[in-house]
């Protein structure tokens, strides 16, 4: 296994920004340090999407790479599962 397949990670495609780029969230929850209630945030990704193949609401697996631009630094390894959505 390269240290390229270590990195990837599945996340959820929230929106196209514009020719091959796409903004990719990444949900986690935490839990509340005094109440203990657990919370659900995300992380939004810049992802560079060379073939333009992903749509919103698709699953896809990123991994770092090089800088594309300021906030693109993520680039999409595949699609894992389309969305119902079309």
Same mark, same amino acid.
């Given at each position: 296994?390269?240290?390229?397949?270590?990195?990837?990670? #599945? /996340?959820?495609?929230?929106?196209?920004?514009?020719?091959? =780029? !796409?903004?990719? &969230?990444?949900? +986690?929850?935490?839990?509340?340090?005094?109440?203990?209630?657990?919370?659900?945030?995300?992380?939004?990704?810049?992802?560079?999407? #060379? /073939?333009?193949?992903?749509?919103?609401?698709?699953?896809? =697996? !990123?991994?770092? &790479?090089?800088? +594309?631009?300021?906030?693109?630094?993520?680039?999409?390894?595949?699609?894992?599962?389309?969305?119902?959505?079309?």
């Amino acid at each position: 296994m390269s240290q390229d397949a270590k990195r990837q990670t #599945e /996340a959820v495609v929230i929106g196209r920004t514009g020719d091959k =780029s !796409i903004k990719a &969230s990444i949900g +986690y929850t935490l839990s509340h340090p005094k109440y203990g209630k657990f919370l659900r945030r995300q992380t939004v990704l810049g992802v560079h999407d #060379e /073939a333009n193949e992903a749509a919103v609401g698709d699953t896809i =697996s !990123i991994a770092p &790479s090089r800088p +594309y631009s300021k906030t693109k630094k993520w680039r999409l390894v595949k699609v894992v599962k389309k969305s119902a959505q079309r």
